[in-house]
């Protein structure tokens, strides 16, 4: 049924998906309170010096954010390259077309910032890499398949995470992967660092993965929120030395989201329970 209601929502002008989020931002808000005290949570430990009218802001902005982000992955369905165009720009191609133009395969490092699936669209749209985002296969089947085919849009080939490492290994065109590296991993499967004021486990596996893919290159991007339905897409590249030494990819990313999400605090995904690990006697501290 939730399948069904999606597909019938996509071919929807973003004019009237914007006029259905806006009243679902309120819905969630205010009547369901959705992950409410979440969202409250992660506010007020990652920003302790903020006051109550600003994490009261935070939390309104952040509703109708999420709201944006669920309409527009919707309308992604029926979007296409030109119209994608208008609404995702980047910052400074030229970074990622030196890759291309030198036959070089890169990994690009984000987070759950902006509109990260118009991102992934945009990317195999503008460039002729073969774009291949890394996902988490749905359990339910039908939402599972709704998902793989808007991040088969444009020409992405999407990989399932189980399956990235053996498979990018027999990858001989030059090609694009796009990896969310700010997920939750369990305490003891986490590298911890400190990260918006408290401490936080970040995934092993896209440093895992780079160094065992050595004619890879890697750089951090992030996804900037520069109005309703227009985002810019930042990339920045990576330290030269970082397989030098161990730790230094992942922390080096999570200090460069930090500095993204600080620049502008709506713009992450809020509702996620990024802090529900503790560490133990057992966690790896990369700091």
């Known amino acids: 049924m939730l399948v069904f209601i ?3 929502l996509s071919p929807l002008p973003l004019r009237v998906l914007y006029a259905i989020s806006s009243l679902a931002s309120l819905i969630l808000n205010h009547v369901i309170g959705y992950r409410r005290s979440v969202i409250d949570n992660n506010f ?17 902005h952040f509703y109708l954010h999420l709201s944006d982000i669920m309409v527009e992955t919707i309308r992604l369905k029926r979007m296409s390259r030109e119209n994608l165009a208008k609404h995702v720009q980047f910052s400074n191609p030229d970074l ?33 890499f073969k774009t291949i985002p890394i996902y988490r296969r749905v359990k339910e089947k039908g ?51 400190t990260f918006l004021s408290q401490p936080t486990p970040f995934f092993r596996g896209s ?9 890879f290159d ?15 897409i930042v990339l920045q590249e990576v330290e030269s030395d970082w397989r030098k030494n161990k730790f230094q990819l992942t922390k080096s990313f ?12 709506v713009n992450w995904l809020w509702s996620h329970k990024r802090w529900k690990h503790k560490p133990s006697e057992r966690s790896i501290f990369m700091n």
Request: aromatic residues 12%; proline residues 4%; charged residues 25%.
């Open 6 to 8: 999606l597909n019938f």
């Open 44 to 60: 007020k430990l990652s920003f302790p010096e903020a006051t109550e009218q600003m994490l009261l802001d935070y939390r309104n």
């Open 96 to 128: 990622l077309s030196r890759y291309e133009n030198g036959n070089r395969s890169v990994i690009i490092m984000m987070g759950h910032s902006g509109n990260w699936e118009w991102a992934g669209a945009a990317t195999a749209s503008k460039f002729n």
């Open 143 to 193: 939402m599972n398949a709704f998902f793989y085919e808007i991040r088969s849009r444009h020409g992405s080939f999407p990989m399932r995470d189980k399956d990235a490492s053996q498979l990018l290994a027999k990858e001989v065109a030059p090609c694009a992967v796009a990896m969310l590296a700010d997920q939750t991993p369990g305490s003891k499967k986490g590298w911890w660092t």
């Open 207 to 215: 440093e895992i993965l780079a160094r065992r893919l050595t004619n």
């Open 218 to 232: 890697v750089l951090f991007a992030h996804v900037h929120r520069l109005e309703r339905g227009k985002y810019e």
């Open 254 to 265: 999570s200090r460069f989201l930090e500095a993204e999400i600080r620049k502008d605090p």
